[in-house]
Nanobody, 124 residues
Framework: VQLQAYGGGLVQAGGFLRLSCAASGRTIRGYTLGWFRQATGKEREFVAGMRGTSSNTFYEDSVKGRFTISRDNAKSTLYLQMNSLKPEDTAVYYC??????????????????WGQGTQVTVSS
């Protein structure tokens, strides 16, 4: 599976962005998909995730109510709608896929496919 994330950019605080992650090479219908981010000098952290067989979504506490994860299995695409952006959201955002699809993991090692990352910069 190849993942390609895009949609990042520079936005003012309070603004919004929509990230997309296009998958190719294999169907991702049953995969758990997630978004992670990594700010400069910090570890990669879980942002949001969802299983392929459930509509349940999971979020890191600081983005709850502002970010929404969704997927279109027919288009093999994962999305992250980010509203009310804050400077602390600035990071490189990565999409990831877990082929087991058993749960929504919050650790990077639980995912076996990764996109290349897209930069999100929120100015104050």
């Amino acid at each position: 599976v190849q993942l390609q994330a895009y949609g990042g950019g520079l936005v003012q605080a309070g603004g919004f962005l929509r990230l997309s992650c296009a998958a190719s090479g294999r169907t991702i219908r049953g995969y758990t998909l997630g978004w992670f981010r990594q700010a400069t000098g910090k570890e990669r952290e879980f942002v949001a995730g969802m299983r392929g067989t459930s509509s349940n979504t999971f979020y890191e506490d600081s983005v709850k109510g502002r970010f929404t994860i969704s997927r279109d299995n027919a288009k093999s695409t994962l999305y992250l709608q980010m509203n009310s952006l804050k400077p602390e959201d600035t990071a490189v955002y990565y999409c990831a896929a877990d082929s087991t699809g058993l749960r929504v993991g919050k650790r990077p090692y639980e995912y076996d496919y990764w996109g290349q990352g897209t930069q999100v910069t929120v100015s104050s």
